[in-house]
């Protein structure tokens, strides 16, 4: 079975810095990887996605992630953080080929302080 | 476009006590999601509807939970009797099959269910 598993139940960094938040799966099959982002009391939203293709995925807000086959990693990245990034993040799994069953990880929230 | 709704969005129930969450999934989305987070840990899938058929139900704790799907659109998710350890988020999602066969799903903002 496929899983993923996130590095850092909390990362800080400060406003305009440099975000990196892990990710490492684990799957028999070529992955289809995402990111989502939960903001406060609000749903799921889906950042981006891997599936195939290149490798270095863009997403919305600024955010990019790239996928390492040789490093089973698909790490989330933002160049400068804002205040607004502020949330819990969470890198899924696909078990299938069709997305209907995603496996989460355990999230990494994200502190940005001015 | 109006998104997942979920009601309601708190609940506060005492032990033994039963339990309802209602969604109302996006206009033309075929596929619906029930999800468990508890706190501090990722989204774990409860049941999956294809329309109002319960397709994927094997991680649903069938002695106390329940859930339908009427029609094929809003589904409620039912818990009798809550036990302390149902304290969680319970997130419905929902999802449109695109051209090229892949379903994104789209979540509401979760019902907070607390149980004393």
């Known amino acids: 079975a496929q899983s993923v598993t996130q590095l850092g139940s909390h990362v800080s960094v400060s406003e305009g810095a440099l975000v990196l938040l892990r990710c490492n799966y684990s799957?028999?099959?070529?992955?289809?990887l995402f990111w989502y982002v939960q903001y406060p009391n609000q749903g799921l939203q889906l950042l981006l996605k891997?599936?195939?293709?290149?490798?270095l995925v863009k997403g919305i807000n600024g955010f990019e992630a790239e996928f390492k086959k040789s490093e089973t990693s698909f790490h989330l990245t933002k160049p400068s953080a804002h205040m607004s990034d502020a949330a819990e993040y969470f890198c899924a799994v696909s078990e299938g080929t069709g997305f209907q069953k995603l496996v989460f990880g355990t999230g990494t929230r994200l502190l940005v302080s001015p | 476009e109006a998104g997942v709704v979920q009601s309601p969005r708190y609940k506060i129930i005492e032990k033994k006590q039963p339990v309802a969450f209602w969604c109302n999934p996006i206009s033309g989305h075929n596929t619906l999601y029930w999800y468990l987070q508890n706190l501090g840990q990722g989204p774990e899938l409860l049941i999956r509807y294809e329309n109002e058929e319960a397709v994927d139900d094997s991680q649903l704790p069938k002695d106390r939970f329940s859930a339908e799907r009427l029609k094929g659109v809003d589904s409620t998710l039912k818990i009798q009797p809550a036990e302390l350890g149902d304290s969680a988020v319970y997130l419905c999602?929902?999802?449109?099959?695109?051209?090229?066969?892949?379903?994104?799903?789209?979540f509401g903002p979760g019902t907070r269910l607390t149980v004393l």
């Open positions: 999602a929902s999802s449109f099959r695109t051209s090229g066969g892949k379903y994104e799903q789209f």
């Open positions: 799957s028999s099959v070529p992955p289809y």
């Open positions: 891997y599936t195939t293709g290149a490798t």
